[in-house]
């Protein structure tokens, strides 16, 4: 015998008028979560996909070089190219010159090698009147660049589509006449020392909150309301005060007539003549950074030992436990949520500050966001800019990789 088919009030199968009124809740859930999903695309992933794709993109020269990069491929990289290359790069560069469109090429070699830009500027006014022939001749004659075989083999190392040398740059590495690693001159080594700096800075600020916030958090957790409350709004006052006057005033306060110097002096610390340098260098980052970056630690502390009971300090002092036994193992362990939570997002706030450092840092106080904003803005190198930022997010991930895997995310809580 058949099952009685059962029907909704508008004379539709139920199984029928159920999967449609599931469907319409579907297609509803995702035109809620589309705005949000589009403003994701737009501003988070589409800037992020671009500039992992800036970072190894060298099509510009291969294309602008073709026949000279052809040429290049017998070339064994020791002595100076023979005549077909300089040929070639006649057969390339002559119609740049004629049209004027060399400016790019000119900017882009130039990161791959100081001097390139002055020489091929100098070539590019004479090569016009160049004579059929006997290239290599005129092109040494034109700038001494071309006598330097370093500088064919910077062309010759930008010949892929895709290369990975911004990450080699980045990391002071590079690459010789054969292709292979090669660290680059003890002088040019740079972005090592800003990478180590850059961790150093985050990793210290990270802890110089949590020293200052602790007992901060605590004092916060256990005040009466009233009181808590207003000291509340003295954790919070510095997010309702713009990030560049906070740091400017640091500025005021730091530098060698400033009232932190006059001070020190006050107590004897220091001669009026031999004050100590606390402005633009790595003591005014720390001490700024600290600052600002203060109430990321407190927030999350707070929210954690605000729920745990006083009855629990109470049950451990009446066991036998010591006030300092008692906290450190009860109270302590229930706030590790909390510092777990307010260390990262310090430490990942920390590694990619960058107004502070600029301003209060100086050269020596520097960190590799600044180097970034430099490459962006002045020097132009948007590749080398990427592929730094590129970097410094894989460098974040890891961290965040390593934390979960020693700790455990499920762990932190921010309330």
Known sequence: MSQEQILSSDGIPLEQSLKK??????????LLVAPLFVFLLITFVFPIGDMLFRSVDDRMITQTLPNTFKALEKWDGDSLPDEEVYEAFYKDFHPLAVNKEAGK???????????????LKSTNRKIIDFEQGN???????????WKDPEYWVAIKNTAPNFSYAKYLKGLDLDLDNYGKIVQVEEDRRIHKILWMRTLKVAFWVTVFC???????SH????????????????????????????????MVLLQQQGPVNDFIVWLGLASDDNRPELM???IGTFVAMTQILLPFMVLPLYSVMKTISPSLIRAGKSLGG??????????FPLTIPGIGAGCLLVFILAIGYYITPALVGGASGSLISNTIAYHMKSSLDWAFASALGTMLLVGVLVIYWIYNKLVGIDNIKLG
């Open 21 to 30: 009124a599931e469907r319409k809740n579907k297609i509803r859930a995702t």
């Open 105 to 119: 090429l000119f900017q882009r070699l130039n990161y791959e090698k100081s001097g390139f830009s002055s020489g």
């Open 135 to 145: 290239y290599k001749e005129q092109f040494m004659k034109a700038h001494k660049i």
């Open 210 to 216: 949590f020293i200052l916030a602790y007992p901060i």
């Open 219 to 250: 004092l916060l957790a256990t005040l009466p309301i009233k009181y808590s409350n207003l000291l509340m709004i003295c954790v919070l006052l510095p997010f309702w005060t713009s990030l560049l006057v906070r740091t400017s005033s640091w």
């Open 280 to 282: 633009y260098n790595v």
């Open 322 to 331: 010591t006030p300092l036994i008692s906290f450190y193992k009860i109270y």
